[in-house]
């Protein structure tokens, strides 16, 4: 690989597995240090007003899921920002970004996933905003490559924004541990036909496969990248 280490930042719990737990898991098989940082808390959007309180238990064990998911990948560490479930846009974008920015500074990373900028969920177009502000290529600044993924039942539901992919990661040989980690997330798993079915997520590899010959896939759009 050309990196040492890459930063894969999502908005919600699992959003990290079906955008790219495939490639995830291939990177660390190949040397690559990956961490994920995991801003959203993923559960308080399911009441009319915010109560962390009253959802701390489904909170910490949805934290412990993650931790079990990404562990199954290889990812060497997951963080969690806590911020406000499917609400990000009742902050003001630099508290996001200032979030983002410990992370990116802490640990270094070459290359950076994110969110596709057009999704309908609302936390995934200010995670994109905020991380692009993040990674911006000042002078010294570690990030080479900055690469967006879409996210089942989000990025297709857009219709009038198309993913439009350019760049292919082969995970043929790590879509079996992609599939086994959505698993661990069970309770933001849906039965077939939603988007976020285990059948759906191979089917989604499966066809972007065919679109380059290959088995299977994760498609991304090359946001930034330099050599």
Same mark, same amino acid.
């Given at each position: 690989?050309?990196?040492?280490?890459?930063?894969?930042?999502?908005?919600?719990?699992?959003?990290?597995?079906?955008?790219?737990?495939?490639?995830?898991?291939?990177?660390?098989?190949?040397?690559?240090?990956?961490?994920?940082?995991?801003?959203?808390?993923?559960?308080?959007?399911?009441? /009319?007003?915010?109560?962390?309180?009253?959802?701390?238990?489904? $909170?910490?064990?949805?934290? &412990?899921?993650?931790? =079990? *998911?990404?562990?199954?990948?290889?990812?060497?560490?997951?963080?969690?920002?806590?911020?406000?479930?499917?609400?990000?846009?009742?902050?003001?974008?630099?508290?996001?970004?200032?979030?983002?920015?410990?992370?990116?500074?802490?640990?270094?990373?070459?290359?950076?996933?994110?969110?596709?900028?057009?999704?309908?969920?609302?936390?995934?177009?200010?995670?994109?905003?905020?991380?692009?502000?993040?990674?911006?290529?000042?002078?010294?600044?570690?990030?080479?490559?900055?690469?967006?993924?879409?996210?089942?039942?989000?990025?297709?539901?857009?219709? /009038?924004?198309?993913?439009?992919?350019?760049?292919?990661?082969? $995970?043929?040989?790590?879509? &079996?541990?992609?599939? =086994? *980690?959505?698993?661990?997330?069970?309770?933001?798993?849906?039965?077939?036909?939603?988007?976020?079915?285990?059948?759906?997520?191979?089917?989604?590899?499966?066809?972007?496969?065919?679109?380059?010959?290959?088995?299977?896939?994760?498609?991304?759009?090359?946001?930034?990248?330099?050599?």
């Amino acid at each position: 690989m050309l990196i040492q280490r890459c930063l894969v930042i999502a908005a919600h719990p699992d959003d990290e597995v079906l955008g790219c737990g495939g490639t995830m898991n291939r990177f660390v098989s190949e040397g690559v240090d990956v961490c994920c940082l995991i801003l959203g808390e993923g559960v308080t959007s399911r009441d /009319e007003q915010r109560n962390v309180e009253l959802r701390r238990n489904e $909170i910490d064990v949805l934290k &412990e899921t993650a931790r =079990q *998911a990404n562990k199954l990948l290889g990812v060497n560490e997951v963080f969690f920002g806590s911020l406000p479930d499917n609400r990000f846009d009742c902050m003001d974008l630099l508290d996001i970004i200032k979030v983002v920015e410990k992370y990116v500074d802490m640990l270094q990373p070459e290359w950076v996933f994110t969110h596709n900028c057009d999704d309908l969920n609302n936390d995934h177009r200010k995670t994109f905003q905020a991380v692009q502000t993040a990674c911006r290529p000042v002078p010294g600044h570690s990030v080479t490559g900055f690469f967006s993924f879409p996210v089942p039942s989000s990025t297709e539901w857009n219709f /009038e924004k198309v993913f439009c992919p350019n760049l292919f990661v082969d $995970i043929s040989s790590s879509l &079996e541990k992609k599939m =086994q *980690a959505a698993e661990i997330y069970s309770t933001e798993m849906r039965e077939w036909p939603h988007p976020r079915s285990l059948k759906a997520i191979e089917d989604h590899a499966r066809q972007f496969g065919v679109c380059v010959g290959k088995s299977a896939v994760e498609p991304f759009k090359i946001i930034r990248m330099g050599l």
